[in-house]
């Protein structure tokens, strides 16, 4: 009940197009869905986040659409370009007092030039 | 602003060594974390800390210890490496005191265990 799980595990879109990575949880307990961005060498850095009572968030390029009654969220990235090549992490934290996040297992993204 | 560093970044130990890896935030966050990411199965939780003084298990906390004597500082012991340890480890801190707090991760120390 504690896991988040994540697809595709690797992702190759061209230059321009429109790169989708899912999430999928079971606890609803969850408060806060962050997406991070690690380039290689890099540790993880945050994108993007979104609480449960909202359904869309956008920056940018970037957009988080959230499903509570389905119990996922995806990121989408529009207008993918080859520097957004990197691995995505969905996460999401647990309201325990500790801030501890679970996460998913990752997407390696690809965007072809 | 240096944010979370992490020392080293690079490390290999002979089965059986041990070694403690260092992370030091600038940020004045309450709260540290340790992970460790391994191919196909992101990050995962070593140990925490949600303030000086005070440490707790993760996910999977055997064969590592870590303590929290100063608030800028988490530290991660090994006491006797495995070669099931060799793995990427991030420390990761966060301000804490609220639900929607972002952590902020270092560039991990990468450990090969022979």
């Known amino acids: 009940q504690q896991q988040v799980k994540q697809s595709p595990q690797s992702l190759i879109v061209q230059k321009g197009g429109i790169s989708i990575i899912n999430c999928a949880y079971e606890?609803?307990?969850?408060?806060?869905f962050p997406w991070y961005q690690q380039f290689p060498g890099k540790g993880p850095a945050l994108l993007i986040a979104?609480?449960?009572?909202?359904s869309e968030k956008k920056e940018g390029r970037f957009t988080i659409s959230f499903n509570k009654s389905a119990k996922q969220f995806s990121l989408h990235i529009m207008d993918s370009q080859p520097g957004d090549s990197a691995t995505y992490f969905c996460a999401a934290s647990i309201p325990s007092g500790t801030y501890k996040y679970i996460f998913g297992t990752g997407t390696r993204l690809k965007v072809l030039a | 602003n240096a944010g979370v560093t992490q020392t080293p970044k690079f490390r290999v130990l002979k089965t059986g060594q041990s070694m403690t890896l260092l992370c030091a935030q600038d940020?004045?966050?309450?709260?540290m974390y340790w992970y460790r990411q391994d191919p196909g199965m992101g990050l995962r939780l070593i140990h925490y800390?949600?303030?000086?003084?005070?440490?707790a298990k993760g996910e999977v906390p055997d064969g590592y210890n870590v303590s929290r004597l100063k608030k800028q500082n988490f530290l991660l012991g090994l006491e006797s490496a495995a070669p099931s340890q060799t793995s990427v480890y991030f420390c990761a801190s966060s301000y804490g005191g609220g639900g929607n707090q972002p952590q902020h991760f270092g560039d991990g120390t990468r450990l090969s265990i022979l």
């Open positions: 979104i609480r449960p009572d909202v």
């Open positions: 940020m004045n966050h309450e709260y």
């Open positions: 606890n609803t307990a969850f408060d806060y």
């Open positions: 800390s949600v303030g000086e003084g005070t440490t």
